[in-house]
């Protein structure tokens, strides 16, 4: 039966409905005439055709569809979520992942409800069903507060299959992401949870049992902050099943995968402790970075297993960047791929996360308006957040400018290196991404090969004037290379109280004079690029109330409007006035030095930064374009 | 609204509604569909609304497909006391259809004529009447209705004593 042929039986179907019975015969006789078949067809046709009903709905063949789509729900419904498996009663479904579905449960004539894990019934071999219940014996056994507590393991029926089971005290806490998302903890308080996670996984080890399988969705965090490790030792009973038996829930696997020490990626026989260890920092790892050490998202299975046994961890250096050294050798070492130069135990390694919360790790960021997802607490000097508010948009393109060719005017350009820190500054300098003008400063490779830049004397200075030295005696130009190094190498503190210093200086030897307009501008914009807007406008209003000696108003002061426009920007109420600033103050700046005078280019930078801010695209590109470098 | 996002919808919906809000109340496909619509979609435009009911039919019957396949054997008969007849069940119960035999048919039908097909799945897994397949398929309500005649025809014919 081919489409063509199947078009004039029904044609001549449709044409046999119309026809009274009695005629039908005939009828046939003469359509279809000599096709046997086609008659015998049409014949069958019209009489399955007299069974129907006068209904639709009622008819034999939609009711008897209807009810075996329904069966097929229900067969689907009770795989899924069975009425009872075994003692237990069903009530909910808690998880589900490619070895099994955890469900919430109460057993007959029990009180509470249960968290209960079964198996797939059939998945793997008996082997690893004899294994999952020597697992669950071990784990009945250990009783720590950060450890749930097993009550129960069997085997129930289940959709036809043996599946074994596991019943589990039913704690009530959120995944180790999911807390330190919503709850947005400072590190002090992560790091304590690590700790007491880590403290758990050692007294298992204790009795024996390597967890195999720490991952965020494995530690719980109950509402009183204790972390509960959950899941343990299954991942040890699933060991034995072959990789690529595993559906492609790919995504799950890859959870597991960025956890995983490298020699079990391997499958190396060396799996113990020290692969505990391992995923303890990956977590802790996470817990401060916002990601695992080896992150795998978006990866194919074989290019994630690649990584994570042959990748090095990207961001330990911005990890102790951010909470200082101490902490950053913790985590490195409890990473290594080599197990025995990690942590011995998950004891030690809590040991150390305990002397590093004794030894007073900074509980509170250090600007508190930078506080993010993963607070900066930070040890010297502030490292910037990654996560600046939107409002600083305008800062982060004074940063920009001052970063770059920020010599006031008149001092010399010295040849050799300190000209290299500068210009090496934008190249590799702060970059103003998005929209939003997240601000990312040099990374720890940058800054040091900027510092390496600088000469041994310079160097020295610098050190010095982290002391806050005196000033006197160093030249202007000198003072302003220290300056921007320090800025370059990230020690803001040191910069901005270098500056304040030299506006100090300013003061004392002769107020109100262009000299003291010009440092309050300088350290104006330093203050505004670190986020202290409110001092910075202070210094950019009084640079510009200042009385110049004589003649028009002087460049430094066109640039303090600028300036003060920018610390102005973040006020919804005064945003005209900020955006008048700024446009007038770059126009203005353009006609009395010229479009390329770095501080006409600091001004522009500002007004690309505002005008992208204001949504105004493209006028916004058509100032970019008029920018000389990055 | 690409088949695969309807698929998972419906599948994620079918985990949750089987809580068992109701025990006992064996649950239409089709109201599995349509309830569907409704979480996905506020205030459906009829045209969106008819769309998404005939692409989610295909991905209802995919998924019992599916999954009375990976269970094996057909399911024959099956156990009276899990189904809840409801009204629209005749009372006795006959020697019962096989989805796979249904939707082995229907995949012939298929190749024979697309239309009937469709109009078929739409009726069975996404419980749309007549009327209403004809407003999906931008197809008159009389061509419908004799579309539907003839598959009916044909299937009960190639299904045989499964059908009453």
């Given at each position: ?5 199947f078009?004039?039986?029904a ?11 009695e ?13 046997e078949s ?16 006068a209904?639709?709905?009622d ?7 209807r ?12 795989e ?9 009663a ?5 998880g ?5 579905v955890?469900?919430r ?7 509470v409800?249960?968290a ?12 690893a069903h004899?294994r999952?219940?020597?697992e ?11 450890i ?8 129930v029926a289940w959709a036809g299959r043996?599946a074994?089971?596991?019943a589990?005290?039913?704690v009530?806490g ?23 996670v880590a403290?758990?996984?050692d007294?298992?080890?204790?009795h ?14 109950r509402?009183?902050g204790?972390?509960c ?8 009973a699933?060991?034995?099943l072959?990789?690529?038996?595993l559906?492609?829930?790919?995504g ?17 026989r060396?799996?113990?402790p020290?692969?505990?260890?391992y ?6 790892h ?9 992150d795998?998202?978006?990866l194919?299975l074989p290019?994630?297993?690649?990584r994570v046994s042959?990748?090095?961890p990207?961001q ?19 990473l290594?791929?080599?197990p025995s ?7 030690a390694f ?6 590093l ?5 900074s ?6 308006r930078?506080?993010?997802a993963?607070a900066?607490?930070?040890?010297r000097?502030p490292?910037?957040?990654r996560?600046?508010?939107?409002a600083?948009?305008?800062a982060?393109?004074?940063l920009i400018a ?10 010399a350009?010295t040849a050799?290196?300190p000209?290299?820190?500068?210009d090496?500054?934008p190249?590799s300098?702060f970059?103003v991404?998005?929209a939003?003008?997240?601000l ?6 940058q ?5 390496q830049?600088?000469t041994p ?6 050190a ?22 320090l ?6 503190d ?8 030299m506006?100090?200086n ?7 004079s262009?000299v ?8 104006g914009?330093?203050?505004l ?7 910075a406008?202070a ?6 109330a200042?009385?110049?000696?004589a003649?028009p ?7 303090a409007?600028?300036?003060q ?9 005064r ?8 446009l ?18 600091r001004?522009?930078?500002c007004v690309v ?5 204001l ?7 058509r100032?970019?374009?008029r920018l000389?470098g990055? | ?20 809000q ?9 109201a599995?569909v349509?309830e569907?619509?409704l979480?996905?979609?506020?205030g ?15 991905a209802?019957?995919q998924?019992?497909v599916?999954h ?10 099956g156990d ?8 629209a069940?005749?009372?006795a ?8 035999d249904?939707?082995a ?17 739409l009726?069975?897994f ?10 999906v398929?931008?197809?008159s309500?009389?061509t419908?209705g004799?579309?539907?005649r003839?598959?009916r ?5 190639e ?6």
């Amino acid at each position: 039966m081919d489409h063509e042929r199947f078009q004039r039986v029904a044609e001549l179907f449709e044409q046999g409905c119309r026809m009274p019975p009695e005629r039908r015969e005939a009828w046939l006789r003469q359509s279809a005439g000599d096709d046997e078949s086609l008659c015998a067809e049409l014949r069958q046709l019209l009489a399955a055709d007299a069974r129907r009903a006068a209904e639709p709905d009622d008819d034999p063949l939609a009711r008897a569809a209807r009810r075996v789509t329904a069966e097929a729900l229900d067969a689907l419904a009770e795989e899924t979520l069975p009425r009872r498996l075994g003692r237990f009663a069903i009530e909910a479904v808690l998880g589900a992942g490619t070895s099994g579905v955890v469900f919430r449960a109460r057993g007959d004539g029990e009180s509470v409800d249960v968290a209960l894990k079964v198996l797939h019934g059939g998945a793997g071999s008996a082997r690893a069903h004899q294994r999952f219940r020597n697992e669950a014996h071990i784990l009945a056994r250990l009783r720590h507060a950060g450890i749930v507590r097993v009550t129960d393991s069997g085997v129930v029926a289940w959709a036809g299959r043996q599946a074994p089971y596991l019943a589990m005290e039913l704690v009530e806490g959120e995944r180790l992401d999911a807390w330190a998302r919503d709850h947005r903890p400072p590190p002090a308080a992560r790091l304590a949870v690590l700790r007491d996670v880590a403290r758990a996984v050692d007294h298992a080890h204790g009795h024996g049992v390597v967890h195999r399988d720490l991952k965020p969705a494995n530690v719980l965090v109950r509402p009183d902050g204790s972390p509960c490790v959950v899941d343990f030792g299954i991942a040890h009973a699933l060991a034995a099943l072959d990789l690529t038996t595993l559906e492609t829930a790919s995504g799950q696997l890859l959870g597991t995968l960025a956890y995983m020490s490298p020699e079990q990626v391997s499958g190396e026989r060396n799996v113990g402790p020290a692969s505990d260890v391992y995923a303890l920092a990956a977590l802790l790892h996470e817990l401060l970075m916002g990601a695992p050490p080896l992150d795998v998202r978006g990866l194919t299975l074989p290019a994630a297993a690649r990584r994570v046994s042959e990748g090095v961890p990207p961001q330990l250096q911005a990890l102790r960047d951010a909470h200082g050294l101490a902490l950053g050798s913790v985590v490195e070492r409890a990473l290594r791929r080599d197990p025995s130069e990690r942590h011995a135990t998950a004891g030690a390694f809590a040991d150390e996360l305990q002397r590093l919360l004794d030894g007073g790790l900074s509980v509170e960021p250090v600007h508190p308006r930078s506080v993010g997802a993963h607070a900066v607490a930070a040890r010297r000097g502030p490292a910037l957040s990654r996560h600046l508010p939107a409002a600083t948009a305008l800062a982060a393109a004074a940063l920009i400018a001052w970063a770059w060719s920020a010599r006031p005017p008149g001092t010399a350009h010295t040849a050799g290196v300190p000209e290299r820190v500068a210009d090496r500054a934008p190249a590799s300098g702060f970059r103003v991404a998005g929209a939003h003008s997240v601000l990312t400063p040099h990374d720890g490779g940058q800054r040091q090969r900027l510092v390496q830049a600088a000469t041994p004397g310079q160097l020295s200075r610098i050190a010095e004037l982290r002391r806050l030295d005196e000033v006197g005696g160093l030249s202007a130009a000198t003072i302003a290379e220290l300056s921007e190094n320090l800025v370059a190498t990230g020690d803001w503190d040191a910069a901005i109280a270098l500056e304040r210093r030299m506006l100090a200086n300013a003061v004392a030897r002769e107020a109100g004079s262009a000299v003291e307009v010009k440092q309050s501008t300088r350290l104006g914009w330093l203050l505004l690029a670190s986020g202290r807007e409110a001092e910075a406008e202070a210094l950019f209003a009084r640079a510009r109330a200042l009385q110049p000696p004589a003649g028009p108003v002087s460049p430094a002061q066109l640039e303090a409007r600028v300036g003060q426009g920018c610390c102005l920007s973040h006020d919804a109420s005064r945003r005209a006035e900020s955006e008048r600033l700024i446009l007038d103050g770059e126009r203005a700046l353009e006609a009395a030095l010229g479009a390329d005078d770095a501080r006409t280019q600091r001004a522009l930078r500002c007004v690309v930064a505002l005008l992208e801010q204001l949504g105004r695209q493209d006028e916004a590109d058509r100032q970019r374009a008029r920018l000389v470098g990055p | 609204m690409p088949i695969d996002d309807v698929y998972e919808d419906l599948r994620r919906l079918a985990e949750a509604y089987f809580r068992r809000q109701d025990p006992g109340h064996t649950l239409q496909p089709t109201a599995l569909v349509h309830e569907a619509w409704l979480r996905l979609a506020q205030g459906p435009a009829i045209a969106d609304r008819e769309h998404f009911l005939a692409v989610a039919a295909t991905a209802m019957r995919q998924i019992l497909v599916d999954h009375a396949r990976r269970r094996g054997a057909a399911k024959r008969g099956g156990d009276a006391s899990r189904i809840t007849l409801d009204d629209a069940v005749s009372p006795a119960p006959a020697p019962a259809l096989d989805l796979l035999d249904l939707d082995a048919a229907l995949t012939m039908l298929a190749r024979l004529d697309p239309r009937k097909a469709r109009v078929v799945e739409l009726r069975f897994f996404a419980g749309l009447t007549l009327a209403e397949v004809a407003a999906v398929l931008h197809v008159s309500a009389v061509t419908i209705g004799t579309d539907w005649r003839m598959a009916r025809a044909w299937l009960s014919r190639e299904l045989g004593s499964a059908v009453a």
